[in-house]
């Protein structure tokens, strides 16, 4: 398995959530504080959510042969399991409403990926925008915005936007995505998150 294989796994964007959720939680001591009894439900439902069921999904769909493979290469193949993945992100956000109560924040961020996914399922309509992209992007908006929001965390805004370049690279040699596919994929979770933090 060569680098660019190996980054577009770890960075796949079911983890993305996962690990920009786990990130702005170490960004924040006192959001940490307040959900520290709640961590590992929280950590949990995420990934049940956002992880076990779309890939379970995706899987039954590649068995009724509706989708050929996990990669999802056809614009076809792409806009019904984005959508399944928006609903499942959506359960996350009902069951985690509660216990998010003191941590609005975290609740936008739940709110963008339901967003970003929307928009990728209707892109994927006719066009196949980089889901890579759109993942490391909406964690990279949300990062930001946290600087933005509470300062500190330059280091994990570097971090992301060097792992976005890194990942961009990594589906281009892939030949995975043209650059606007890459680009317009990216500044679209860019923009959704970034707003989604600051504005809800």
Known sequence: MNIYKALSIILHPLFMP???????????????????SQLLFIYLILAFYTIFLPLISVLFL?????????????????????????????L????????????????????????????ASIISL??????????????????VALNGLFGGGAEAVMLFVFLSGML???RLKQKAHDKPQIYLGFLLGFIIELCSVLLL
Request: charged share 15%.
């Open 62 to 90: 590649i068995r009724i042969k509706h989708v050929y493979s996990l990669e999802m290469m056809g614009t076809k193949e792409r806009p019904l399991p984005l959508f399944m993945a928006a609903i499942f992100a959506v």
């Open 126 to 143: 006719w066009w196949k925008i980089s889901l890579h992209m759109l993942a490391i992007g909406g964690a990279t908006g949300i990062i």
């Open 18 to 36: 996962l690990i920009a959720f786990y990130t702005s939680i170490k960004l924040i001591p006192s959001i940490s504080f307040l959900l520290e």
């Open 168 to 170: 961009a690279m990594a």
């Open 92 to 119: 996350a956000y009902y069951k985690l409403e509660e216990v998010l109560l003191f941590a609005p924040i975290l609740k936008s961020e739940i709110i963008g990926s339901i967003v970003i996914l929307m928009f």
